[in-house]
T-cell receptor
Framework: GQNIDQPTEMTATEGAIVQINCTYQ??????LFWYQQHAGEAPTFLSY??LDGLEEKGRFSSFLSRSKGYSYLLLKELQMKDSASYLC??????????WGAGTKLIIKP | EADIYQTPRYLVIGTGKKITLECSQT?????MYWYQQDPGMELHLIHY???????EKGDLSSESTVSRIRTEHFPLTLESARPSHTSQYLC??????????????FGPGTRLTVT
């Protein structure tokens, strides 16, 4: 079966750095996505990785290792508005998105 | 401005009623999707479409139907609403050739309550 694992919840302090991990087992791989979802709102696109390595976009970076079936989302200089759920999703061999359950990130002052 | 729209945003309806949730996108995307999501829970794919006259069932069809007569329009219909259908319904679209790897763009959602 296809599976994506993320921690259920993480807590971090404002101004700090947090890394949210995602491991996946899917039938094929055509890219990995990270989305941010604030409570009661729709997910919004954060990043896309299809090749191994680090993609940096401002305070957010995403890393991919295809051989390990592993990705992480790194958030720097955390702000209170970063409190949200972070969803990892993998596009499989049929180009369907397989979604993780999401990691709820709580930022404390 | 290219966007994806959903109406209504909120709906409270009685058991047994037939309802249609509307979704339209102005991005010219071929693929469209419907998801169901309970608060704090994961997304469940209900239906998707590759283009006009294409509809497929997802993991959770939830006794609903969809149609895709026009590229921009992908309505979801519940023939007989039940309290178990109470949830948030999210519509999304994607384009394989998108520079963001064909990631999905989401509408604002419809929060449905069936009493």
């Amino acid at each position: 079966g296809q599976n994506i694992d993320q921690p259920t919840e993480m807590t971090a302090t404002e101004g700090a750095i947090v890394q949210i991990n995602c491991t996946y087992q899917t039938s094929g791989f055509n890219g990995l996505f990270w989305y941010q979802q604030h409570a009661g709102e729709a997910p919004t696109f954060l990043s896309y990785n299809v090749l191994d390595g680090l993609e940096e976009k401002g305070r957010f970076s995403s890393f991919l290792s295809r051989s390990k079936g592993y990705s992480y989302l790194l958030l720097k200089e955390l702000q209170m508005k970063d409190s949200a759920s972070y969803l990892c999703a993998v596009k499989d061999s049929n180009y369907q998105l397989i979604w993780g359950a999401g990691t709820k990130l709580i930022i404390k002052p | 401005e290219a966007d994806i729209y959903q109406t209504p945003r909120y709906l409270v309806i009685g058991t047994g009623k037939k309802i249609t949730l509307e979704c339209s996108q102005t991005m010219g995307h071929d693929k469209m999707y419907w998801y169901q999501q309970d608060p704090g829970m994961e997304l469940h794919l209900i239906h998707y479409s590759y283009g006009v006259n294409s509809t497929e069932k997802g993991d959770l069809s939830s006794e609903s139907t969809v149609s895709r007569i026009r590229t921009e329009h992908f309505p979801l219909t519940l023939e007989s609403a039940r309290p178990s259908h109470t949830s948030q319904y999210l519509c999304a679209s994607s384009d394989f050739s998108d520079s963001q790897g064909g990631g999905q763009y989401f509408g604002p959602g419809t929060r449905l309550t069936v009493t």
